[in-house]
DNA sequence: TCGTATTAGTTGATTTTGTAACTAACAAGC
DNA sequence: GCTTGTTAGTTACAAAATCAACTAATACGA
């Protein structure tokens, strides 16, 4: 039985945040994947051009920190469900415009209200003084 | 631009725990894979092995919440790298004693205490207090 | 002791992800 | 104009995770 040191997988952080994360992501994954069959990727691309309106590719990865295949695969993935669209710009023909169609939208608002459902779920195992503190400290870890 | 709802993405603990998880582990994940050509699955496999000594894959499922294919496929893993070795139960064999070699107590070792210094350094990044209630808080989220 | 159910563990097929190389459009220097 | 470099996005191939089906050993009731 080795007692090499006092180290506790318990309480090594990583694998409490992958943990949680893991717990915490299950319940809303399995919402958008039966309801959408949506990957996560999409779900977060979705997010963003429903939160943000009509943006491209490049300025997701750079707001959500994917790398460009991701992206592109989601938003592949998003248009062929015809929940996007998108748009070649004129003056950079580079550059695609993507806009959530009337249906992504409809889509967009119900996880919205899925995900805010679920997030007063999970906040209320914490107290509030638990739940400002952890997001700070998980903004720190982020490097937000 | 759609102000649907006062959902934000950025305060979504799902997204927050997934986004830390990720870049807490990148760095120590970069230290087994690189030093030993491990995957986060053989890691975990070995650490427990290392912590509580032999045990069967099935208590290794139970104890680390993993399924028995990933379990099964990190042991086999393991094994080839001659860092552990199995032997069929006697009165059950169906069961299979784990255990690591001199050289998989070794790689525990090192890999325990680049654990630990890794934790530390990540702990710096908050107050004892936010440290000792975010470990708190991921606990709960995590059902342990 | 035979048939059925359960448990430990493995294997194979399918999906998803990650990495790297690639195309196409533009920009800037000469 | 032509080269060289950079940027946006895609594609192809390898690594990995997931899920379901499978084998083998045991337990247990009729």
Redesign the pocket.
């Known amino acids: 039985m080795s007692e090499t040191s006092d180290f506790d997988l318990k309480n090594f952080l990583p694998y409490l945040l992958n943990l949680a994360a893991e717990v915490s992501s299950l319940e809303f994954q399995t919402y958008y994947k039966t309801h959408y069959g949506m ?3 999409e779900w977060r691309v979705l997010f963003h051009l429903g939160q943000y309106g009509q943006m ?4 997701i ?1 750079d707001r959500a920190r994917l ?7 989601a ?2 993935a998003l248009e062929s469900k015809r929940y996007l669209k ?1 748009s070649v710009s004129d ?6 415009d ?1 806009a959530l169609t009337p249906a992504g939208q409809r889509v967009f608002r119900d996880l919205t209200t899925a995900a805010a459902a679920f997030d007063d779920k999970l906040s209320q195992k914490l107290t509030p003084d638990e739940n400002a503190m952890l997001r700070t400290c998980l903004g720190k870890i982020a490097k937000l």
């Not at 491209?56 to 300025?59: C, D, I, N, S």
């Not at 003056?91 to 695609?96: A, I, S, T």
């Open positions: 990957l996560r990727m491209t590719a490049k300025q990865c790398h460009k295949t991701k992206v592109s695969r938003v592949a998108r003056h950079d023909r580079r550059h695609e993507l």
